[in-house]
Nanobody, 122 residues
Framework: VQLQASGGGLVQAGGSLRLSCTASGFTFSTYGMGWFRRAPGKEREFVAAINRDGRSIYDGDFMKGRFTISRDNAKNTVYLQMKNLKPEDTAVYYC????????????????WGQGTQVTVSS
């Protein structure tokens, strides 16, 4: 199983980035997908999740419409479009594959990617 995240980088506050995570080694369309992040000195934080067919999306509390998760099952890829980035969004972003929960509005990961660094300068 591999989850290869990409798209991170350095961006100025107010800018945008799109993260991608391409999966292999398992049947992508049968797993929910999600993004988490870990900022320096902080606990890992849930960002967003999307269910297997893309019809249900769960957002972290802080997103407030700035981030959008999507997936393309034909490409085995999940995306995180981030706009109006803020310095507090600086973190390593990890994608994950697992089981989404409608009741808990989250995802319970089985597999993790290696992470991609996002740095937002003020």
């Amino acid at each position: 199983v591999q989850l290869q995240a990409s798209g991170g980088g350095l961006v100025q506050a107010g800018g945008s980035l799109r993260l991608s995570c391409t999966a292999s080694g398992f049947t992508f369309s049968t797993y929910g997908m999600g993004w988490f992040r870990r900022a320096p000195g902080k606990e890992r934080e849930f960002v967003a999740a999307i269910n297997r067919d893309g019809r249900s999306i769960y957002d972290g509390d802080f997103m407030k419409g700035r981030f959008t998760i999507s997936r393309d099952n034909a490409k085995n890829t999940v995306y995180l479009q981030m706009k109006n980035l803020k310095p507090e969004d600086t973190a390593v972003y990890y994608c994950a594959a697992g089981t989404t929960s409608q009741a808990q509005h989250t995802i319970y990961p089985n597999y993790w990617g290696q992470g991609t660094q996002v740095t937002v300068s003020s």
